[in-house]
């Protein structure tokens, strides 16, 4: 600093200076700020869809592993003979993007999981004709999990004309092994 004949204090100009750095910082700190913001409802959003994922994919796990028979279904309005009202089927619903259960004459209609889903994919495995392998996810925020499930009842049919499906549909069982 130059010595100033007069009152002491700082210039007009060191005071302007100060202040566009403070105000620098400031911008600075803002934006960083709004970046972790924006990353952390990013992952925060994908967390709440993987956990509804897990839920459903258990779920469905759960239901498949001990059913008397299971079957890939392409098309569940063009089934024939008509499904019966013991006889279940797990979907996706494209319209509504979710994943629902319901029985065989389209009664108790209800869903799985309140996330968003836009892919479920059942297929038969190559190798293991036991294995069904799950795929379920939510594209648009990049969200995809896979699984396997042994058929325990070893009665799962595979349609000759077609390997993947976003339906399937299996009979309850009463006892574990029948």
């Known amino acids: 600093m130059t010595e100033r004949k007069g009152k002491p204090g700082l210039t007009l100009m060191e005071v302007l200076i100060a202040m566009?750095?403070?105000v620098a910082v400031l911008i600075i700190s803002f934006n960083i700020y709004?970046?972790?913001?924006?990353a952390y409802n990013l992952a925060s959003s994908k967390a709440v869809i993987e956990r509804g994922l897990t839920s459903a994919i258990e779920?469905?796990?759960k239901e498949l592993r001990v059913a008397k028979s299971v079957a890939l279904v392409e098309d569940f309005d063009s089934l024939s003979p008509t499904p019966?009202?013991?006889?279940?089927?797990?979907g996706l619903d494209q319209n509504e993007k979710r994943v629902k259960i319901w029985?065989?004459?389209k009664n108790?209609?209800?869903?799985?999981?309140?996330?968003?889903?836009?892919?479920?994919v059942f297929s038969v495995d190559s190798v293991d004709k036991d294995l069904l392998n799950i795929r379920i996810g939510n594209t648009e925020k990049s969200v995809e999990l896979s699984s396997s499930v042994k058929?325990?009842?070893k009665n799962l049919k595979e349609a000759?004309?077609?390997?993947?499906t976003s339906i399937v549909g299996f009979e309850k069982s009463v006892k574990l092994f029948e």
């Open 84 to 90: 019966s009202s013991t006889n279940l089927f797990i």
């Open 59 to 61: 779920i469905i796990i």
């Open 108 to 120: 108790n209609i209800s869903n799985l999981i309140d996330e968003d889903i836009d892919l479920l």
């Open 160 to 164: 000759p004309s077609y390997t993947e």
């Open 103 to 105: 029985s065989g004459d």
């Open 20 to 22: 566009a750095i403070i």
């Open 151 to 153: 058929i325990l009842n």
């Open 34 to 38: 709004n970046l972790w913001w924006k």
